[in-house]
């Protein structure tokens, strides 16, 4: 999976832009762009790629992007297989730090803003009671025009610099690397994974795909993820047992073999280290 570098407001013909997007599946590739992007899942979920991150993403997810740092939302399977009943539905804004001008920056009174813009190149989850309100703030920015746009944007940064329900992406800031790099060989694990974590997958053949040997394979994912590879396939098959338990009446040996277990008693025993819960209380609970 490769870097594509765009620069998305000389596409829009805009330093704003404030995009509602419906799709079949976000269908952007890997990227990374200059401007600064605010992005709210409406409705959809997968796996999002930040940096070196690799994280599910459920419709509420809401994410702060500084500029530079690549990324992608790839939906699961099942979007990708022509279900009219399945829809990407997001809330994008992108913008030039510069919109402001330059003396915004040296405002003691926006100093706050300005460290936000500057850890923001880490990527930041927006959780809890700020994710409410800016989600609200949002829905009715897509509806605005002109100076409205700025001055709504302003009030959000505003909101965010003081927040305390924000929590870093990436451990580290990211830092470029070439296309033939290790990142992008994990890419391509993280994508491959993505699509047949149902099927029994060796950590031979994962090497591979990788173009690594096994040995030096799990040095690179424990470094990247700081997990290893067994742990994240089984995070990718536990939360896509939580949505089968969630929006099917499947039964759990089903749903275990649906997501790559052979036994419902390993399944059981996963979901609960994962989950804290069995399978059964899990879909009780959620049903409630």
Same mark, same amino acid.
């Given at each position: 999976?490769?870097?594509?570098?765009?620069k998305i &407001?000389?596409?829009?013909?805009?330093?704003?832009?404030?995009?509602?997007r419906e799709?079949?599946?976000f269908?952007?590739?890997?990227?990374?762009?200059?401007e600064? /992007?605010?992005?709210?899942v409406? /409705?959809s979920y997968g796996?999002?790629?930040?940096?070196?991150?690799?994280?599910?993403?459920?419709?509420?997810?809401?994410?702060?992007?500084?500029?530079?740092?690549?990324?992608?939302?790839?939906?699961?399977?099942i979007?990708?297989?022509?279900n009219?009943?399945?829809?990407?539905?997001?809330?994008?804004?992108?913008?030039?730090?510069?919109?402001?001008?330059?003396?915004f920056y040296?405002?003691k009174?926006?100093?706050?803003?300005?460290?936000f813009?500057?850890?923001?190149?880490?990527?930041v989850?927006?959780?809890?009671?700020?994710n409410?309100?800016?989600?609200?703030?949002? /829905?009715?920015?897509?509806?605005?025009?002109?100076?409205?746009v700025?001055?709504?944007?302003?009030?959000?940064?505003a909101?965010?610099?003081?927040?305390?329900?924000?929590?870093?992406?990436?451990?580290e800031?990211?830092?470029p690397?070439?296309?033939?790099?290790?990142?992008d060989?994990?890419s391509?694990?993280?994508?491959y994974?993505?699509?047949?974590?149902?099927?029994?997958?060796?950590?031979?053949?994962?090497?591979?795909?990788?173009?690594?040997?096994?040995?030096s394979?799990?040095?690179?994912?424990?470094?990247?993820?700081?997990?290893?590879?067994?742990?994240?396939?089984n995070e990718i098959?536990?939360?896509?047992?939580?949505?089968l338990?969630?929006?099917?009446?499947?039964?759990?040996?089903?749903?275990?073999?649906?997501?790559?277990?052979?036994?419902?008693?390993?399944?059981?025993?996963?979901?609960?280290?994962f989950?804290?819960?069995?399978? &059964?209380e899990?879909r009780?609970?959620?049903?409630?």
């Amino acid at each position: 999976m490769k870097i594509e570098k765009t620069k998305i &407001t000389s596409f829009q013909n805009s330093s704003l832009s404030v995009i509602s997007r419906e799709e079949s599946f976000f269908q952007a590739p890997f990227h990374s762009h200059p401007e600064l /992007e605010l992005v709210y899942v409406k /409705e959809s979920y997968g796996k999002r790629i930040v940096g070196n991150s690799v994280e599910p993403f459920v419709a509420g997810d809401m994410v702060f992007l500084g500029s530079d740092i690549p990324h992608v939302w790839l939906n699961d399977e099942i979007y990708y297989q022509n279900n009219d009943a399945l829809k990407a539905k997001a809330i994008v804004v992108y913008f030039n730090k510069e919109i402001f001008g330059p003396t915004f920056y040296e405002l003691k009174e926006t100093q706050k803003i300005n460290s936000f813009f500057n850890q923001a190149v880490r990527g930041v989850v927006i959780s809890g009671e700020t994710n409410q309100l800016i989600a609200k703030k949002l /829905e009715k920015l897509v509806h605005k025009k002109d100076f409205e746009v700025m001055a709504g944007l302003f009030k959000i940064l505003a909101i965010l610099s003081e927040s305390s329900d924000t929590t870093f992406i990436n451990n580290e800031y990211y830092n470029p690397i070439n296309e033939h790099s290790k990142k992008d060989r994990l890419s391509d694990v993280f994508e491959y994974l993505n699509k047949n974590y149902r099927d029994e997958i060796s950590l031979i053949k994962i090497a591979e795909i990788a173009h690594l040997t096994p040995t030096s394979f799990c040095r690179m994912f424990k470094l990247k993820t700081k997990k290893s590879f067994v742990e994240y396939l089984n995070e990718i098959r536990v939360s896509n047992a939580c949505k089968l338990l969630i929006e099917t009446d499947m039964g759990i040996s089903e749903i275990a073999y649906e997501c790559g277990y052979k036994t419902a008693s390993n399944f059981n025993q996963l979901f609960k280290k994962f989950t804290e819960t069995t399978p &059964t209380e899990y879909r009780r609970k959620a049903n409630l």
